[in-house]
């Protein structure tokens, strides 16, 4: 029997991890017994993991056939003044050097603010500085792939178009699309029919290829959006969001990858990753488990 195309899963433990072995390693045999196939590690505040530590997440995952990422530090900032960046590179490859150990195969990061300059003078920055993490990387032997996410608000980098122009510029670099986050980031509503999902998946598809359409990394949540932007993740069923416009535009796709669910509060993340997982495998034909 074919493999399912999507992965489903959660960033973070799920809620109901129990507490013996718990961590990561409890977290990674949680997802298999829930019946999803993908976990995302929470580095989001720093990286606090030994090697060893790391090699029994390895193994877990191994075992248990569970795909795993890394989430790195919020504090990441590709823009940073020259004073700062070298601590937010040295963040970067902190989880891209620990994920590598731990099994990892994709670092998803938020890639910083614009300050208010324009775009284009943001990546001139941003791009070299981002090549030159790679570079370190492919050095060393780690053949982890960054994922710049895409940013729910509009004074965020993080655009589809910023993520897509760091792609195609680098090798090793492939965008997290957050299908909540492209929803919220224009403020008003759009970005949420299959028509514009599909303007989405085909952007991409010409940065990345139909090959880069089978290996997405994807967020997906509820959300609460302003004029600005993202104001706070929510249930998917809590918001306006049209989860059904979004799995038909992937499906006429052939898309595939991860799905990783970060609904909020923290009880809602592995209903929500179980309720996508029964849509996709309703719309798709696909069997998982459960």
Request: glycine share 12%; aromatic share 8%.
């Amino acid at each position: 029997m074919a493999s399912p195309s999507f992965r489903f899963g959660t960033v973070g433990a799920p809620f109901t991890t129990p507490k013996k072995p718990g961590g990561s390693l409890g977290a990674v045999q949680q997802i298999r017994a829930l019946g999803l196939g993908a976990f995302e590690l929470a580095w989001v505040q720093s990286v606090r993991v030994s090697e060893a530590t790391c090699a029994a997440i390895r193994q877990a995952g191994r075992e248990q056939d569970v795909a795993l990422s890394v989430h790195a530090s919020y504090f990441i900032n590709l823009n940073g003044s020259e004073e700062e960046w070298p601590k937010s590179r040295k963040r970067l490859m902190d989880a891209a050097h620990y994920g590598n150990l731990a099994g990892a195969t994709e670092i998803i990061f938020h890639p910083g603010s614009y300050f208010k300059r324009p775009p284009a003078e943001v990546l001139a920055t941003v791009l070299p500085r981002l090549a030159g993490c790679v570079e370190e990387l492919r050095r060393t032997g780690n053949p982890v792939t960054l994922r710049p996410e895409t940013m729910g608000k509009s004074a965020m980098l993080g655009s589809l178009e910023d993520t897509l122009e760091m792609s195609g510029k680098i090798d090793g670099v492939v965008p997290c699309l957050d299908f909540a986050h492209l929803h919220a980031r224009p403020g008003d509503g759009t970005v949420n029919t299959y028509a514009e999902w599909c303007q989405v998946l085909d952007a991409y598809q010409k940065t990345l290829g139909k090959g880069g359409m089978k290996n997405l990394s994807c967020h997906l949540s509820g959300i609460e959006y302003g004029p600005k932007g993202e104001r706070s993740h929510l249930p998917l069923e809590e918001s306006d969001f049209d989860l059904g416009a979004l799995l038909r535009a992937l499906k006429e796709f052939g898309a595939g990858g991860r799905i990783l669910v970060e609904s909020t509060p923290h009880e809602q993340m592995e209903k929500d990753a179980l309720l996508v997982q029964r849509l996709w495998a309703k719309l798709s034909g696909e069997s998982y488990p459960g």
